[in-house]
């Protein structure tokens, strides 16, 4: 019923940049609240930034605030997440998440719709 692909995740240096894309298909999918997550070697998945699908209201994990920003292209049916600034740290996979609500939410349970994921790496 809804379907996200993740693609542009890679090898990046610290400092540098990287943007990644999420295309959603299926029914409703327009009107979906869309997420991302990453989850580390180790780590849990953690929530990094979400948007709303209808009027772009964004919503981001503290550690990305000015350096990352979510957006979207409604005729493409696609959400990105330009990543600028980036640091080791963020070295994860990436993984592009939905949910059926307009409300922006953080929590990873409440996305039901998630993507295979993205691999980031960024060196020293």
Partial sequence: QVLLVESGGGLAQAGGSLRLSCVASGRAASTYTMGWFRQAPGKEREFVAAIRWTDS???YTDSVKGRFTISRDNAKNT???QMNSLKPEDTAVYYCAGRQSRTITKYRSEYP???QGTQVTVSS
């Fill in 79 to 81: 959400v990105y997440l």
């Fill in 57 to 59: 209201s964004t919503e």
């Fill in 113 to 115: 719709y998630w993507g």
